[in-house]
T-cell receptor, first 111, second 114 residues
Framework: AQKITQTQPGMFVQEKEAVTLDCTYD???????LFWYKQPSSGEMIFLIY??????QNATEGRYSLNFQKARKSANLVISASQLGDSAMYFC????????FGKGTKLTVNP | EAGVAQSPRYKIIEKRQSVAFWCNPI?????LYWYQQILGQGPKLLIQ????????DSQLPKDRFSAERLKGVDSTLKIQPAKLEDSAVYLC????????????FGEGSWLTVV
């Protein structure tokens, strides 16, 4: 069975600082994908970054990077140089046969 | 490239009434998903289609929810009769394949049952 755990219900960060959002997962399958999505108050789910289980390098997309530690089954999202517009819910998700989401972390960026 | 289209965006109905949501995925995407997201929670997969076949519907309350994807393109999710606890955002998503590809979401259909 696939399971995603996000242990931080809420996080606060100062503008221009970096922040790490935690995600751990559980699966017995060797092949899977890990995603991070951003959900602003408007409700849309915005794709941020993807990491395949066989990828050797950590994924990066602009200010977003995924710290993938396969042995620890963790896939933390790092946002560098936070902006006010980064305030939103962030969801970690894992895909094998189906895409399963964690409960999310609410990020608030303070000016 | 057009995104995932959903309608209606907002719907308010009374309990025991019925409602239907429509989704048109990105052109060429074989896999279509319907998720239910209750306020403050992560999305929960209701049903996943590969073309017009069902891959997973284990969390679909089949006594009141139904979904179809005729011709393997657009899809309809129906709730009949609605309950208060069905108040949620219903998200449709699509991807080229079921694994290893980015999954794109529509803007969601917000349902309030009163």
């Amino acid at each position: 069975a696939q399971k995603i755990t996000q242990t931080q219900p809420g996080m606060f960060v100062q503008e221009k600082e970096a922040v790490t959002l935690d995600c751990t997962y559980d699966t017995s399958d060797p092949s899977y994908g890990l995603f991070w999505y951003k959900q602003p108050s408007s409700g849309e789910m915005i794709f941020l970054i993807y990491q395949g289980s066989y990828d050797q390098q950590n994924a990066t997309e602009g200010r977003y990077s995924l710290n993938f530690q396969k042995a620890r089954k963790s896939a933390n999202l790092v946002i560098s140089a936070s902006q006010l517009g980064d305030s939103a819910m962030y969801f970690c998700a894992m895909s094998r046969i189906k895409l399963v989401f964690g409960k999310g972390t609410k990020l608030t960026v303070n000016p | 490239e057009a995104g995932v289209a959903q309608s209606p965006r907002y719907k308010i109905i009374e309990k025991r009434q019925s409602v239907a949501f429509w989704c048109n995925p990105i052109s060429g995407h074989a896999t279509l998903y319907w998720y239910q997201q209750i306020l403050g929670q992560g999305p929960k997969l209701l049903i996943q289609f590969q073309n017009n076949g069902v891959v997973d519907d284990s969390q679909l309350p089949k006594d009141r929810f139904s979904a179809e994807r005729l011709k393997g393109v657009d899809s309809t999710l129906k709730i009949q009769p609605a309950k208060l606890e069905d108040s949620a955002v219903y998200l449709c998503a699509s991807s080229p394949l079921s694994t290893g590809n980015t999954i794109y979401f529509g803007e969601g259909s917000w349902l309030t049952v009163v």
